[in-house]
């Protein structure tokens, strides 16, 4: 599985910004795709995800509740991050996610490259 980045921008505080990733090869077994993040000097952190099944479910830190929405376009493979409200501490080089579950096991899991995100006036 590949997963290709796109969108990261500087961006003003209070600005907007979309993310974009494009999944290739072998996704069909793919039912967790979404975004983490990791700011210099910090660990690599949870941004947001959605995972498919019955019962599609969406989960996001909670730093980010109210100011960015993720979702995945199944037919085209991809999976995006809207981000509004942008702060500074939102700053940070974003990594695509793709996992295989199976209950709360992670069976599988693949990386993008990253995009750089920045948020400064």
């Known amino acids: 599985v590949q997963l290709v980045e796109s969108g990261g921008d500087l961006v003003q505080p209070g600005g907007s910004l979309r993310l974009s990733c494009a999944a290739s090869?072998?996704?069909?077994?793919?039912?967790?795709m979404g975004w983490y993040r990791q700011a210099p000097g910090k660990e690599r952190e949870f941004v947001a995800q959605?995972?498919?099944?019955?019962?599609?479910?969406?989960t996001y830190a909670d730093s980010v509740k109210g100011r960015f929405t993720v979702s995945r376009d199944n037919n085209r493979n991809t999976v995006s991050l809207q981000m509004d409200s942008l702060k500074a501490e939102d700053t940070a080089v974003y990594y695509c996610?793709?996992?295989?579950?199976?209950?709360?096991?992670?069976?599988?899991?693949?990386w993008g490259q990253g995009t750089q995100v920045t948020v400064s006036s």
């Open positions: 959605v995972r498919s099944g019955a019962i599609t479910n969406t």
């Open positions: 996610h793709a996992a295989t579950a199976a209950g709360p096991m992670t069976l599988y899991e693949y």
């Open positions: 090869g072998s996704i069909f077994n793919i039912n967790i």
